[in-house]
Protein backbone atom coordinates (compact mmCIF):
# COMPACT_ATOMS: atom_id res chain seq x y z
CA UNK A 1 0.00 0.00 0.00
CA UNK A 2 1.03 3.32 -0.74
CA UNK A 3 0.47 6.13 1.74
CA UNK A 4 1.24 9.98 0.98
CA UNK A 5 3.34 11.46 3.95
CA UNK A 6 3.08 15.67 4.21
CA UNK A 7 5.66 18.25 6.75
CA UNK A 8 3.57 20.31 7.23
CA UNK A 9 4.05 23.80 9.81
CA UNK A 10 1.62 24.71 12.73
CA UNK A 11 -0.25 26.70 9.82
CA UNK A 12 -1.02 24.06 7.76
CA UNK A 13 1.61 25.11 4.76
CA UNK A 14 3.20 22.05 3.81
CA UNK A 15 6.96 21.59 3.04
CA UNK A 16 7.83 18.43 1.82
CA UNK A 17 5.65 15.77 0.45
CA UNK A 18 6.26 12.33 -0.75
CA UNK A 19 4.85 8.46 -0.69
CA UNK A 20 5.96 5.79 0.92
CA UNK A 21 5.56 1.90 0.81
CA UNK A 22 3.87 0.12 3.48
CA UNK A 23 3.75 -3.65 3.91
CA UNK A 24 0.96 -3.70 6.25
CA UNK A 25 -2.22 -1.59 6.62
CA UNK A 26 -1.95 -2.28 10.47
CA UNK A 27 1.01 -0.66 12.41
CA UNK A 28 2.07 0.90 15.35
CA UNK A 29 3.25 5.34 15.30
CA UNK A 30 6.72 4.03 16.01
CA UNK A 31 6.68 1.56 13.17
CA UNK A 32 5.36 4.73 11.32
CA UNK A 33 8.08 6.86 12.48
CA UNK A 34 10.88 4.24 12.13
CA UNK A 35 9.64 2.98 8.29
CA UNK A 36 9.24 7.13 7.10
CA UNK A 37 13.25 8.06 8.53
CA UNK A 38 14.64 4.74 7.12
CA UNK A 39 13.46 5.31 3.78
CA UNK A 40 14.17 9.04 3.68
CA UNK A 41 17.77 7.89 5.42
CA UNK A 42 18.50 5.07 2.46
CA UNK A 43 17.39 7.29 -0.07
CA UNK A 44 19.76 10.04 0.97
CA UNK A 45 22.42 7.30 1.59
CA UNK A 46 22.23 6.12 -2.02
CA UNK A 47 22.75 9.08 -4.08
CA UNK A 48 23.98 11.80 -1.43
CA UNK A 49 22.47 14.83 -3.26
CA UNK A 50 23.82 18.03 -2.29
CA UNK A 51 20.72 18.29 0.35
CA UNK A 52 18.76 16.62 2.88
CA UNK A 53 15.06 16.59 3.21
CA UNK A 54 13.86 14.98 5.74
CA UNK A 55 12.24 14.66 9.87
CA UNK A 56 15.17 14.88 11.35
CA UNK A 57 18.09 17.40 10.51
CA UNK A 58 21.19 15.72 10.56
CA UNK A 59 24.07 17.02 13.28
CA UNK A 60 26.80 18.84 10.53
CA UNK A 61 24.10 20.55 8.41
CA UNK A 62 23.19 23.94 8.13
CA UNK A 63 19.38 24.56 7.40
CA UNK A 64 18.59 26.93 4.20
CA UNK A 65 15.55 27.42 1.92
CA UNK A 66 16.04 24.22 -0.29
CA UNK A 67 16.49 21.63 2.56
CA UNK A 68 19.50 20.68 4.86
CA UNK A 69 22.96 20.95 3.35
CA UNK A 70 25.82 19.19 4.80
CA UNK A 71 29.02 20.46 5.34
CA UNK A 72 30.74 17.51 4.08
CA UNK A 73 28.83 14.88 1.90
CA UNK A 74 28.62 11.65 4.06
CA UNK A 75 26.13 9.08 5.13
CA UNK A 76 23.84 9.63 7.67
CA UNK A 77 23.21 6.89 10.70
CA UNK A 78 19.46 5.03 10.09
CA UNK A 79 19.76 3.89 13.29
CA UNK A 80 20.60 7.57 15.34
CA UNK A 81 18.18 9.26 12.91
CA UNK A 82 15.40 6.50 14.39
CA UNK A 83 16.18 7.18 17.80
CA UNK A 84 16.02 10.42 17.73
CA UNK A 85 13.22 11.21 15.49
CA UNK A 86 11.02 8.45 17.96
CA UNK A 87 12.91 10.51 21.21
CA UNK A 88 11.27 13.38 19.98
CA UNK A 89 7.81 12.49 18.92
CA UNK A 90 7.71 11.42 22.85
CA UNK A 91 8.83 14.72 23.76
CA UNK A 92 6.53 16.21 22.01
CA UNK A 93 9.07 17.98 19.04
CA UNK A 94 6.60 17.27 16.32
CA UNK A 95 2.89 15.41 16.20
CA UNK A 96 1.62 12.83 13.73
CA UNK A 97 -1.76 13.15 12.17
CA UNK A 98 -3.59 10.40 10.07
CA UNK A 99 -6.27 10.80 8.34
CA UNK A 100 -6.81 14.42 10.46
CA UNK A 101 -6.57 12.60 13.70
CA UNK A 102 -3.67 13.24 16.06
CA UNK A 103 -1.89 10.05 17.50
CA UNK A 104 -0.81 10.35 20.90
CA UNK A 105 1.51 7.27 21.93
CA UNK A 106 4.21 5.29 20.24
CA UNK A 107 2.51 1.83 20.85
CA UNK A 108 -0.89 3.07 19.47
CA UNK A 109 -2.16 1.35 16.04
CA UNK A 110 -2.97 2.69 13.07
CA UNK A 111 -5.02 1.64 10.92
CA UNK A 112 -4.30 2.99 6.73
CA UNK A 113 -6.54 2.98 3.91
CA UNK A 114 -5.54 3.65 0.07
CA UNK A 115 -6.75 6.87 0.97
CA UNK A 116 -5.18 8.06 4.18
CA UNK A 117 -3.22 10.68 4.35
CA UNK A 118 0.13 11.14 6.96
CA UNK A 119 1.01 14.44 8.48
CA UNK A 120 4.19 15.14 10.14
CA UNK A 121 3.91 18.83 11.93
CA UNK A 122 7.06 19.33 13.68
CA UNK A 123 6.74 22.27 17.01
CA UNK A 124 10.98 22.12 17.12
CA UNK A 125 13.84 21.76 14.76
CA UNK A 126 15.01 18.17 15.33
CA UNK A 127 19.05 17.87 15.01
CA UNK A 128 20.12 14.39 14.78
CA UNK A 129 23.75 12.57 14.72
Known sequence: MNVLISDELLNGTVT???E????SDHLTV????TKRVTIEIENYNKRLPEY?????EPKEA????????????QLIDVEKQVYIALNAFQKNGFFVLVDNEQLEELDQVV???STSTI???KLTPLVGG
Open 52 to 56: FYGLV
Open 20 to 23: IQLD
Open 119 to 121: AFV
Open 62 to 73: ERTLNGYKLKAK
Open 30 to 33: AELI
Open 111 to 113: TLK
Open 16 to 18: NQF
